[in-house]
């Protein structure tokens, strides 16, 4: 049904509406949650390249398809895709935003998953260590994203050192 009402949209308003790219990323997003990760890469990329050529590569929304794409990838298996696009959304989102904003902290965050993904654990470590650090100074100690990164960097700490 939702794809139908994408098309819908599409024919009414264009494939370049601002309101058909949300849909259509509300879509792929929906695919990407019931586990259809394959069925969610093609909208989530059209989304991308249509964003960067009417809104351009430095707008928000476009910043988070690639974050969002980025993920897809790596979920995908897709590592080398999943890391370039993850350090333009990094680049990107540093240089419009600030080093210290949420999003470009997000970015960071996600990049580190990604370098974890293709066995550079150390890399990774560092990165979500200075993105966790930047996001207790800017949401709290107990702000439930800080909380998930503390986590998160407990368990590739632990896997780290029973590896060694």
């Keep these: 049904m ?6 819908a ?5 264009g494939a370049e509406y601002p309101q ?3 849909g259509m990323s509300s879509l792929a997003t929906i695919l990407y949650n019931l586990g259809r990760l394959q069925e969610a890469e093609a909208p989530k990329v059209q989304v991308l390249g249509t964003g960067k050529r009417v809104l351009g590569v430095e707008h928000p929304d476009t910043l988070i398809s690639m974050d969002i794409l980025s993920s897809t990838f790596r979920h995908l298996g897709q590592l080398k895709d999943a890391e370039e696009l993850g350090l333009q959304a990094l680049e990107s989102r540093r240089k419009v935003l600030g080093v210290e904003h949420s999003n470009a902290l997000e970015s960071m965050a996600e990049l580190a998953l990604t370098w974890k993904s293709l ?8 990165l979500l ?10 949401l709290g100690p107990h702000h439930h994203v800080v909380l998930s990164s503390s986590e998160t960097l407990l ?4 896997e780290g050192s029973e590896e060694q």
């Design 2 to 7: 939702a794809d139908k009402a994408i098309k």
């Design 20 to 22: 058909t790219l949300n």
């Design 119 to 126: 066995g550079r654990h150390a890399a990774a470590l560092n």
């Design 129 to 138: 260590r200075d993105s966790l650090t930047k996001r207790k100074q800017l």
């Design 9 to 13: 949209c599409q024919q009414i308003y």
């Design 155 to 158: 368990q590739y700490e632990t």
